[in-house]
């Protein structure tokens, strides 16, 4: 594990105050915030019905996800995570995507609050989690589609470590979450091109309630369809 990352100022409460897994509430942590990108970033880019976005759709994708099951905030215990749900679900819509699982050597506890009392300390720590595994053919794709559940109103860690893995140069990434409610971290033009060296954010990203995809999957397909239709994917 390594504690180097620098700190950014942690955007949007979501769910209930502190303590959500999927959209968690923190105080921001506001250290090292000078070194915060201001503005939109020159790594940004919107893909909004763009010729240069269409031409994506012949490039190799690969749709990468953190996910968690167990007891889950609003939906219990569930065996496959809302994260997974969605990921699943862009990969079917884009037809040509390869999926990977970013997964933790050490387990998250399955206990909803404790899980979350984790997830507090590594945020505080500037953790890196080690995973499981890498994408082994990871130079051979052009578009990530990265996916997360929103924890303390930022990326979780292992994601960090997942982003930190790897070059990523001439790579475009498209992020997605699911959370407390519809929305995206407020982080994402920031924080993914920081870390992952050499990359393109291509917004908007998409964020939807976890619960939603929990419950009614179905019923989200159709803004998953048309987010990927104004990203160019369809």
């Known amino acids: 594990m390594s504690i180097n990352r620098r700190g950014?100022?942690?955007?949007?409460?979501?769910?209930?105050?502190?303590?959500?897994?999927?959209?968690?509430?923190a105080a921001s942590d506001t250290k090292n915030t000078a070194e915060a990108v201001?503005?939109?970033?020159?790594?940004v880019s919107s893909g909004a019905?763009?010729?240069?976005?269409?031409?994506?759709?012949?490039?190799?994708?690969?749709?990468?996800?953190?996910?968690?099951?167990?007891?889950?905030?609003?939906?219990?215990?569930?065996?496959?995570?809302?994260?997974?749900?969605?990921?699943?679900?862009?990969?079917?819509?884009?037809?040509?995507?390869?999926?990977?699982?970013?997964?933790?050597?050490?387990?998250?506890?399955?206990?909803?609050?404790?899980?979350?009392?984790?997830?507090k300390a590594e945020k505080a720590e500037d953790?890196?989690?080690?995973?499981?595994?890498?994408v082994a053919n990871f130079s051979d794709y052009d578009t990530v589609f990265l996916g997360y559940p929103i924890w303390?109103?930022?990326?979780?860690?292992?994601?960090?470590?997942?982003?930190?893995?790897?070059?990523?140069?001439?790579?475009?990434?498209?992020?997605?979450?699911?959370?407390?409610g519809d929305a995206m971290t407020g982080l994402e033009e920031r924080v993914i091109p920081t870390y992952a060296k050499g990359a393109q954010v291509k917004l908007p990203g998409l964020g939807l309630r976890g619960k939603n995809m929990q419950d009614a999957p179905e019923s989200q397909r159709p803004k998953v369809q048309s987010w990927l239709k104004e990203l160019g994917y369809q």
């Open 152 to 180: 303390w109103s930022d990326l979780p860690m292992p994601v960090y470590t997942f982003l930190e893995s790897y070059d990523w140069s001439g790579k475009t990434v498209i992020p997605f979450c699911t959370s407390a």
């Open 49 to 119: 019905g763009t010729q240069e976005a269409a031409k994506q759709t012949g490039k190799k994708i690969l749709v990468a996800y953190f996910s968690r099951t167990g007891d889950n905030y609003e939906v219990g215990i569930i065996e496959k995570g809302n994260t997974h749900i969605m990921a699943d679900m862009i990969a079917e819509e884009l037809g040509n995507a390869d999926t990977f699982e970013i997964k933790t050597v050490k387990e998250y506890a399955k206990n909803y609050r404790e899980c979350t009392e984790e997830a």
């Open 8 to 25: 950014f100022i942690r955007l949007a409460v979501f769910g209930m105050a502190g303590l959500l897994l999927t959209g968690c509430g």
């Open 38 to 43: 201001s503005g939109k970033s020159a790594a």
């Open 127 to 134: 953790a890196r989690p080690e995973l499981k595994e890498k």
